[in-house]
């Protein structure tokens, strides 16, 4: 059962490929819940296989979820947010 984890990743891959190709107003969601168990998922792979999967499983995270993740800091430490411009890419 040491592919669990892998496989997971996979899934976790294409359903992520398929929310991007999503209208921007369908993709909140799907991204949510995706943002929500990558970490899981990351922990699961470093706890699995190696803490350097896990490191790069989070850069990969972390280019994917790049705005997403800003918007929530900058919200979290109070700083301005601007709303994100749906046709924006």
């Known amino acids: ?4 984890p892998l496989i997971a990743a996979v899934l976790w891959v294409f359903a992520a490929t398929g929310t991007a190709m999503l209208p921007m107003r ?3 969601v799907p991204g949510l819940a995706l943002l929500i168990l990558a970490p899981v998922l990351i922990v ?3 706890l699995t296989y190696s803490v350097w999967l896990a490191l790069v499983a989070l850069a990969a995270f972390l280019s994917m979820f790049r705005r997403p993740l800003t918007y929530f800091a900058r919200k979290a430490l109070g700083l ?5 411009d749906p046709r924006r890419r």
Do not use: D, K, S, T
Not at 1 to 4: I, K, P, Q, S
Not at 80 to 84: A, F, I
């Open 26 to 28: 369908l993709q909140m």
């Open 1 to 4: 059962m040491n592919e669990l």
């Open 80 to 84: 301005p947010v601007e709303r994100p």
């Open 44 to 46: 699961w792979l470093g």
